[in-house]
């Protein structure tokens, strides 16, 4: 009898592990997560134009937006976006606060190690901008000098590197190129395409100096454990990359195709 016991005790353990396994495997399938609440949650910071900010209606809009609805809408559900500061994003992300961040984060290794990246849907580069009547000739002439970058960004990283003399923090690149604009920093460290876009809005007095400092890949991030969602989201997008449609709406925001290096 005690045999017996122990084999029927040692069954029901067996099928109450292999229970926690199903619902481990139910709770880890992120795609089935998304498509079951029929929406797709996508953070960006809503002050980074032209991919991502709000126009004069208070819409959000941009060149993240449209690939984040086209995204979305390719998987059959809504999109959600979230907009909060940049310098938690991610700390939101690992969260589960949203889904995913399409909102022109570069691939960088210190990222890497805590969450995951799509294939790039656009490649830029760090760029230093300063004042339109600066006498600065290259980047290196910061040195010293007191420089803005948005908080949560690689572009400390590239400020520390030129061997600036203090590096200001600020929420969104509104506030850095109105800071620059008006002499209150140096020069501003931000993405090429921003700055420009910036510049040629006529509503700042700046100028790129130079040539960008580095390349960046930029791409969509997710959770370590959101495989089933990013393997989706990775193959929509290489058949947007395939069928011009990235390259549609980035000639649409930005005069210019940045899909491809």
């Not at 134009?49 to 995204?71: H, I, K, M, Q, T």
């Not at 990246?117 to 002439?141: H, I, L, R």
Request: hydrophobic fraction near 40%; charged fraction near 20%.
């Amino acid at each position: 009898m005690k045999t017996v016991a122990r084999l029927l005790a040692a069954v029901a353990v067996s099928f109450f592990l292999l229970g926690l396994v199903a619902c481990s495997d139910t709770e880890v399938d992120s795609l089935e997560r998304v498509r079951e609440a029929g929406e797709i949650s996508f953070a960006m910071s809503g002050g980074y134009p032209p991919f991502n900010f709000y126009s004069e209606n208070n819409e959000l809009v941009g060149f993240d937006v449209d690939v984040a609805r086209e995204v979305a809408s390719r998987l059959g559900v809504t999109l959600k976006p979230v907009t909060t500061e940049w310098s938690g994003i991610i700390e939101g992300l690992r969260s589960g606060v949203y889904d995913g961040i399409l909102g022109s984060m570069a691939v960088t290794e210190d990222r890497l190690n805590v969450v995951n990246f799509s294939t790039p849907y656009y490649y830029s580069g760090a760029q230093m901008m300063v004042g339109k009547d600066s006498s600065f000739a290259s980047p290196e002439d910061l040195r010293g000098r007191i420089v803005g970058v948005v908080t949560g960004t690689t572009f400390a990283a590239d400020a520390a590197k030129l061997g600036v003399g203090e590096v200001k923090l600020y929420k969104d690149d509104t506030q850095t190129l109105t800071e620059l604009s008006n002499g209150v920093v140096d020069g501003v460290i931000t993405d090429r395409v921003v700055g420009v876009n910036a510049m040629n809005s006529d509503r700042f007095e700046i100028i790129p100096l130079g040539a960008p400092l580095r390349s960046e890949n930029i791409a969509v991030a997710f959770n370590k454990n959101d495989q089933t969602l990013l393997e989706a989201v990775d193959q929509i997008l290489r058949g947007m990359h395939e069928d011009g449609t990235l390259a549609r709406l980035s000639v649409k925001w930005l005069n210019t195709d940045i899909t491809t290096k």
